[in-house]
Protein backbone atom coordinates (compact mmCIF):
# COMPACT_ATOMS: atom_id res chain seq x y z
CA UNK A 1 0.00 0.00 0.00
CA UNK A 2 2.98 2.63 1.07
CA UNK A 3 4.61 1.81 -2.75
CA UNK A 4 1.11 2.15 -4.27
CA UNK A 5 1.21 5.58 -2.32
CA UNK A 6 4.10 6.60 -3.34
CA UNK A 7 4.00 5.25 -7.48
CA UNK A 8 1.06 8.01 -7.22
CA UNK A 9 1.19 11.33 -8.78
CA UNK A 10 1.42 13.53 -5.10
CA UNK A 11 3.54 16.26 -4.18
CA UNK A 12 6.86 15.93 -2.66
CA UNK A 13 6.98 11.96 -3.81
CA UNK A 14 10.60 12.00 -4.17
CA UNK A 15 11.12 13.54 -0.83
CA UNK A 16 8.39 10.77 1.27
CA UNK A 17 10.25 8.34 -0.99
CA UNK A 18 13.82 9.12 0.47
CA UNK A 19 12.66 9.69 3.89
CA UNK A 20 11.36 6.05 4.26
CA UNK A 21 14.71 4.79 2.08
CA UNK A 22 17.11 6.28 5.20
CA UNK A 23 17.03 3.10 7.23
CA UNK A 24 18.76 1.75 4.44
CA UNK A 25 22.00 3.35 4.27
CA UNK A 26 22.05 4.43 8.28
CA UNK A 27 24.83 3.13 9.53
CA UNK A 28 23.35 -0.33 11.96
CA UNK A 29 25.71 0.88 14.87
CA UNK A 30 24.20 3.94 14.68
CA UNK A 31 20.40 2.51 13.83
CA UNK A 32 20.54 0.43 17.21
CA UNK A 33 22.05 3.52 19.05
CA UNK A 34 18.91 5.20 18.53
CA UNK A 35 16.51 2.71 18.97
CA UNK A 36 18.06 1.86 22.33
CA UNK A 37 17.40 5.43 23.07
CA UNK A 38 13.94 5.18 22.04
CA UNK A 39 12.90 2.31 24.16
CA UNK A 40 15.01 3.25 27.35
CA UNK A 41 12.61 2.78 30.12
CA UNK A 42 13.85 5.48 32.36
CA UNK A 43 14.19 8.60 29.42
CA UNK A 44 12.92 6.80 26.22
CA UNK A 45 10.90 9.23 23.67
CA UNK A 46 8.40 6.82 23.22
CA UNK A 47 7.69 6.28 26.69
CA UNK A 48 8.03 10.09 27.65
CA UNK A 49 5.48 10.87 24.69
CA UNK A 50 3.36 8.20 25.67
CA UNK A 51 3.26 9.14 29.41
CA UNK A 52 4.08 5.23 30.31
CA UNK A 53 6.81 3.10 31.59
CA UNK A 54 7.39 -0.04 29.70
CA UNK A 55 10.44 -1.87 29.33
CA UNK A 56 10.48 -2.58 25.78
CA UNK A 57 13.61 -4.37 25.35
CA UNK A 58 14.11 -6.30 28.91
CA UNK A 59 10.38 -7.45 29.11
CA UNK A 60 10.50 -11.29 27.97
CA UNK A 61 7.16 -10.66 26.50
CA UNK A 62 7.52 -7.88 24.43
CA UNK A 63 10.91 -7.89 23.78
CA UNK A 64 10.91 -10.04 20.54
CA UNK A 65 8.48 -7.61 19.49
CA UNK A 66 10.30 -4.59 19.68
CA UNK A 67 12.93 -6.25 17.97
CA UNK A 68 10.69 -6.91 14.61
CA UNK A 69 9.84 -3.35 14.50
CA UNK A 70 13.26 -2.24 14.27
CA UNK A 71 13.37 -4.82 11.46
CA UNK A 72 10.58 -4.24 9.60
CA UNK A 73 11.71 -0.13 9.83
CA UNK A 74 15.15 -0.62 8.90
CA UNK A 75 13.85 -2.93 6.12
CA UNK A 76 10.49 -1.06 4.62
CA UNK A 77 12.34 1.37 2.02
CA UNK A 78 14.27 -1.25 0.69
CA UNK A 79 10.85 -3.44 0.23
CA UNK A 80 9.48 -0.17 -1.31
CA UNK A 81 11.86 0.46 -3.63
CA UNK A 82 11.49 -3.14 -5.30
CA UNK A 83 7.33 -2.40 -4.87
CA UNK A 84 7.53 0.67 -6.70
CA UNK A 85 9.51 -1.13 -9.79
CA UNK A 86 7.24 -3.29 -9.69
CA UNK A 87 4.39 -1.01 -9.71
CA UNK A 88 6.01 0.81 -12.81
CA UNK A 89 6.02 -2.27 -15.17
CA UNK A 90 2.38 -2.32 -15.31
CA UNK A 91 1.03 -0.75 -18.52
CA UNK A 92 -0.93 1.99 -17.97
CA UNK A 93 -3.17 0.52 -21.10
CA UNK A 94 -4.49 -1.82 -18.50
CA UNK A 95 -5.96 0.79 -16.03
CA UNK A 96 -7.48 3.53 -18.52
CA UNK A 97 -8.77 -0.08 -20.26
CA UNK A 98 -10.44 -0.94 -16.89
CA UNK A 99 -11.69 2.62 -15.85
CA UNK A 100 -13.47 2.62 -19.57
CA UNK A 101 -15.22 -0.57 -18.41
CA UNK A 102 -16.63 1.25 -15.05
CA UNK A 103 -13.91 -0.49 -12.68
CA UNK A 104 -12.91 2.01 -9.65
CA UNK A 105 -9.46 2.21 -7.53
CA UNK A 106 -10.36 -0.93 -5.89
CA UNK A 107 -11.27 -3.56 -8.46
CA UNK A 108 -8.12 -1.78 -10.30
CA UNK A 109 -6.06 -2.69 -7.12
CA UNK A 110 -7.47 -6.36 -6.55
CA UNK A 111 -7.87 -7.44 -10.30
CA UNK A 112 -4.64 -5.55 -11.52
CA UNK A 113 -2.23 -4.40 -9.19
CA UNK A 114 -2.20 -7.63 -7.57
CA UNK A 115 -2.04 -9.86 -9.86
CA UNK A 116 0.89 -8.10 -12.01
CA UNK A 117 2.80 -7.33 -8.85
CA UNK A 118 2.97 -11.19 -7.79
CA UNK A 119 6.28 -12.12 -8.82
CA UNK A 120 7.31 -8.74 -6.87
CA UNK A 121 5.35 -9.70 -3.53
CA UNK A 122 6.86 -13.53 -4.39
CA UNK A 123 10.59 -12.26 -4.50
CA UNK A 124 10.17 -10.08 -1.26
CA UNK A 125 8.37 -12.67 0.27
CA UNK A 126 11.50 -15.49 0.26
CA UNK A 127 14.02 -12.76 0.83
CA UNK A 128 12.32 -11.48 3.35
CA UNK A 129 11.81 -15.06 5.33
CA UNK A 130 14.86 -16.18 5.10
CA UNK A 131 16.42 -12.91 6.51
CA UNK A 132 13.60 -13.04 9.42
CA UNK A 133 15.62 -16.45 9.99
CA UNK A 134 18.70 -14.95 9.54
CA UNK A 135 18.76 -11.72 12.01
CA UNK A 136 22.18 -10.83 13.73
CA UNK A 137 22.90 -7.80 14.26
CA UNK A 138 20.07 -6.14 15.84
CA UNK A 139 20.30 -8.61 18.62
CA UNK A 140 23.67 -8.35 18.88
CA UNK A 141 23.93 -4.18 18.91
CA UNK A 142 20.39 -3.69 21.05
CA UNK A 143 20.55 -6.69 23.70
CA UNK A 144 22.88 -6.30 26.21
CA UNK A 145 24.10 -9.90 27.26
CA UNK A 146 22.92 -9.78 30.68
CA UNK A 147 19.46 -8.69 29.48
CA UNK A 148 16.46 -10.81 30.65
CA UNK A 149 15.22 -10.61 28.00
CA UNK A 150 17.85 -11.80 25.85
CA UNK A 151 16.81 -16.23 25.61
CA UNK A 152 13.74 -14.63 24.46
CA UNK A 153 15.00 -12.68 21.20
CA UNK A 154 17.80 -14.90 19.78
CA UNK A 155 17.79 -16.22 16.29
CA UNK A 156 19.18 -19.17 15.01
CA UNK A 157 22.37 -16.86 13.35
CA UNK A 158 22.46 -15.23 17.20
CA UNK A 159 22.50 -19.28 18.62
CA UNK A 160 25.57 -19.93 16.09
CA UNK A 161 27.70 -17.06 17.04
CA UNK A 162 26.82 -17.48 21.01
CA UNK A 163 27.52 -21.59 20.60
CA UNK A 164 31.05 -21.10 18.28
CA UNK A 165 32.40 -17.79 19.37
CA UNK A 166 31.20 -17.29 22.95
CA UNK A 167 30.59 -20.88 24.78
CA UNK A 168 33.77 -21.89 22.02
CA UNK A 169 31.09 -25.62 21.26
CA UNK A 170 31.84 -26.18 17.85
CA UNK A 171 29.71 -28.63 17.33
CA UNK A 172 26.47 -27.20 18.61
CA UNK A 173 27.36 -24.48 16.20
CA UNK A 174 27.54 -26.71 13.45
CA UNK A 175 24.55 -28.07 14.53
CA UNK A 176 22.60 -24.97 15.02
CA UNK A 177 23.99 -24.10 10.89
CA UNK A 178 22.22 -27.39 9.63
CA UNK A 179 19.12 -27.01 11.40
CA UNK A 180 18.97 -23.34 9.92
CA UNK A 181 19.71 -24.69 6.67
CA UNK A 182 17.32 -27.16 6.60
CA UNK A 183 14.14 -24.76 7.90
CA UNK A 184 15.68 -22.45 4.86
CA UNK A 185 15.15 -25.04 2.32
CA UNK A 186 12.13 -26.26 3.06
CA UNK A 187 10.31 -23.26 3.17
CA UNK A 188 11.49 -22.22 0.16
CA UNK A 189 10.57 -25.05 -1.27
CA UNK A 190 7.42 -24.72 -0.06
CA UNK A 191 7.10 -20.87 -1.26
CA UNK A 192 8.34 -22.27 -4.64
CA UNK A 193 5.40 -24.85 -5.01
CA UNK A 194 2.93 -22.39 -3.56
CA UNK A 195 3.74 -19.84 -6.38
CA UNK A 196 2.59 -21.98 -8.99
CA UNK A 197 -1.20 -21.05 -7.76
CA UNK A 198 -0.89 -17.65 -7.35
CA UNK A 199 1.93 -15.81 -9.14
CA UNK A 200 1.26 -14.46 -12.91
CA UNK A 201 4.01 -13.73 -14.42
CA UNK A 202 2.43 -12.73 -17.97
Not at 12 to 32: D, E, H, Q
Request: glycine share 6%; charged share 10%; proline share 4%.
Amino acid sequence: MLAVFLNGKIRGRGIYRTIFFLPMVAAPAAVAMVWRWLYNSEFGLINHIFHIKINWISDPNIAVFSIAVIGIWSIIGYNMILFISGLQEIPADYYEASSLDGANGIHQFFNITIPLLSPTIFFVTITRVIGGFMVFDLIFMVMDRDNPALPKTQSLVFLFYRYAFRDQNKGMGAAVVVILLLIIIIITAIQMLAQKKWVHYN
